[in-house]
């Protein structure tokens, strides 16, 4: 899981660089949301979501 997490916040990074004007990054873990339910809830198209490492409540994404 750790590699795992590793690329995920590098892809994260990569994505924060090239963020546009009226995108909003939500956080999760120290200093953001409880869990990443919580930040998936109030975003909308195009913004991101970084979740710091640790453990989380497990969920399941609606299909589109």
């Known amino acids: 899981i750790l590699p795992l997490m ?10 924060l660089l090239g963020a546009a ?9 120290p200093g953001g949301h ?7 809830a109030i975003a909308n198209p195009g913004d991101i979501v970084l ?3 640790g453990t989380y ?5 609606p299909s589109v």
């Open 6 to 15: 590793r690329a995920l916040s590098l892809m994260t990074s990569l994505t």
């Open 57 to 61: 409540q497990n969920f399941s994404l």
């Open 34 to 40: 409880a869990q990443i339910t919580d930040a998936i």
């Open 51 to 53: 979740v710091w490492p």
């Open 21 to 29: 004007a009226g995108q909003a990054t939500h956080f999760v873990g």
